[in-house]
């Protein structure tokens, strides 16, 4: 596994840039932790599909392509999350599930060594 920089500092920023339209947005009174979760989420795919290389090709691209899917899913659940008010602990479970099952396909794809 090996880490690009410069691909790292751009998802860093597409994920900064992405929170803040959420926290400009957002119509609730949870407006810190939407960017907060938001960022964590958005930064986790994106250093994944954008700023990690790995030894195999084939697994390069797996993992990218659901790195790409999550991050998708993620940013749709963060702006549905916007648009409405909602309630602190759905928002923890939800994206936290989410997240728990990239890491969990991203390690059985990386682990799988085909």
Do not use: H, W
């Amino acid at each position: 596994m090996k880490l690009n920089f410069v691909n790292f500092f751009i998802a860093l920023l597409i994920s900064t840039l992405l929170s803040y339209g959420l926290f400009s947005f957002n119509k609730s009174e949870n407006d810190m932790l939407l960017t907060l979760g938001g960022f964590l989420c958005f930064l986790l795919t994106l250093v994944i599909s954008m700023g990690v290389d790995f030894q195999r090709q084939r697994t390069t691209t797996n993992i990218r392509v659901v790195s790409i899917v999550f991050f998708l899913i993620t940013l749709v659940s963060n702006l549905i999350f916007a648009n409405f008010v909602f309630n602190v602990p759905l928002y923890i479970i939800i994206n936290g599930v989410l997240i728990l099952i990239y890491i969990f396909i991203a390690k059985s794809i990386y682990t799988s060594k085909q």
